[in-house]
Antibody, heavy 121, light 107 residues
């Protein structure tokens, strides 16, 4: 079955960096685009970034552009999110999400359990 | 960027009611719209994609319609398990957007 296991979350001071990882199993990772989606406490869902199946194409939400970097290692079935210059408003649960495993398109039919990132001094 | 606006933000209803949630896009997204249900402390669950296609296993009381800029999610007869927060999401471009959410509460 599909498994998406995020790790690397924790408490970090403003201005510092953190890297999230997502270990994937249950589907052919190298065939699918991958996303990060986040949710601040008590708030709605916010799309963060996408990386194409081969890593050649990336796109970011306006709130993280220039600070966050998405990457992947298809040999390790792992997705990453490098988060730099963190701000209090980056505090959220971060979900690792593949693009439409059951079809085609940019909808999200499988979700990880999420990794909590807290930015606080 | 495409903005997604859901209404209402909160909806109070009773078991057995028929309810409709609306999602409007700031520009045409054709039929590239999904709906999700989320309960507290849990990851969202996909209900509908491509505006009207029900994900396998989702009860048939859920339905979606619309194209272009206006979309609706309808629950034909509310069940106790349906009280949750619902989000729409557009995937028309290589930049994705969620609506702000609609919290469905028990009246």
């Amino acid at each position: 079955q599909v498994q998406l296991v995020e790790s690397g979350g924790g408490v970090v001071q403003p201005g510092r960096s953190l890297r999230l990882s997502c270990a994937v199993s249950g589907f052919i990772f190298s065939n699918y685009g991958m996303h990060w989606v986040r949710q601040a406490p008590g708030k709605g869902l916010e799309w963060v970034a996408i990386i194409s199946y081969d890593g050649s194409k990336k796109s970011y939400g306006d709130s993280v552009k220039g600070r966050f970097a998405i990457s992947r290692d298809n040999s390790k079935n792992t997705l990453y999110l490098q988060m730099n210059s963190l701000r209090a408003e980056d505090t959220a649960v971060y979900y690792c999400v593949p693009s439409a495993l059951s079809g085609s398109g940019g909808y999200f039919d499988y979700w990880g359990q999420g990794a909590l990132v807290t930015v606080s001094s | 960027d495409i903005q997604m606006t859901q209404s209402p933000s909160t909806l109070s209803a009773s078991v057995g009611d028929r309810v409709t949630i609306t999602c409007r896009a700031s520009q045409s997204i054709r039929s590239w719209l999904a709906w999700y249900q989320q309960k507290p402390g849990k990851a969202p669950k996909l209900l509908i994609y491509e505006a009207s296609i029900l994900k396998s296993g989702v009860p048939s009381r859920f339905s979606g319609s619309g194209s272009g800029t206006e979309f609706t999610l309808t629950i034909s007869s509310l069940q106790p398990d349906d009280f949750a927060t619902y989000y729409c999401q557009q995937y028309n471009s290589y930049s994705y957007t969620f609506g702000q959410g609609t919290k469905l509460e028990i009246k």
